[in-house]
């Protein structure tokens, strides 16, 4: 069989891959970093109902929309995961995802273990879902600390949320703790790697096969 032929028969649907951990645990650098090293992956877009800040974009950061138009969204089961935040509605329109997993490219999440739960529900075959935990709980104090953007009054609430959020690790398919960005930045990409050569993510696999076992 031709090469031409093997990447015509045999391709991959996309996943979607969801990170979450307590405030300080690293997510969000890992996110970033993985980002700019793997070209198959691009950040989730949510809509929102706040309006945009300065330097916004709409499409590219949020997809800002009324509260009649969300809503509107929710009642007809557009969103993959919402909740309200604050004084504001947020969500993940469904379509966008889908469109991208399709083309077999994937998706990355920054959601807590409840928008989580609502992604496993509403797209079960498509999620990978990874919590990411700090060293020890001395270790994410110092962290919030020298953040030094939050108050003590904040970051002691941080840590208390942190107890309540690191309950729900056993929710999540794979754990990492986040001793360092680089080695878990690997880890991360080790995961994605082995979920995309997942049987039931490659396209054309039968064909593929039938086609080697005919004849020559």
């Not at 891959?17 to 645990?25: E, I, R």
């Not at 950040?43 to 950061?61: I, L």
């Not at 009642?75 to 991208?100: C, M, Q």
Request: proline share 4%; aromatic share 6%.
């Amino acid at each position: 069989m031709s090469k031409s032929k093997q990447k015509t028969l045999l391709g991959r649907r996309g996943l979607m891959l969801v990170m979450s951990s307590p405030s300080g645990a690293g997510k969000t650098t890992i996110a970033r970093e993985l980002l700019g090293r793997d070209s198959e992956i691009a950040m989730s877009v949510s809509a929102t109902t706040r309006p945009p800040r300065p330097g916004e974009v709409a499409g590219k950061d949020y997809f800002f929309v009324s509260e009649e138009e969300y809503q509107r969204m929710v009642s007809k089961g557009e969103f993959l995961e919402h909740a309200k935040v604050f004084d504001n509605y947020y969500g993940t329109p469904r379509e966008p995802v889908e469109k991208i997993l399709k083309s077999g490219n994937d998706v990355l999440f920054d959601v807590d273990w409840q928008g989580t739960q609502q992604l496993r529900e509403n797209a079960r075959d498509d999620l990978v879902s990874i919590f990411v935990l700090p060293p020890s709980t001395e270790e994410l104090s110092r962290r919030l600390t020298e953040r030094a953007q939050d108050s003590e009054d904040v970051v002691r609430k941080r840590m208390a949320k942190a107890s309540d959020e690191m309950s729900h690790y056993i929710e999540y398919d794979y754990i990492i703790v986040n001793h360092e960005i680089d080695e878990s930045v690997e880890q991360v990409q080790s995961i994605l790697e082995a979920e995309r050569m997942k049987r039931e993510r490659l396209i054309g696999l039968h064909e593929f096969v039938e086609c080697m076992r005919e004849p020559k």
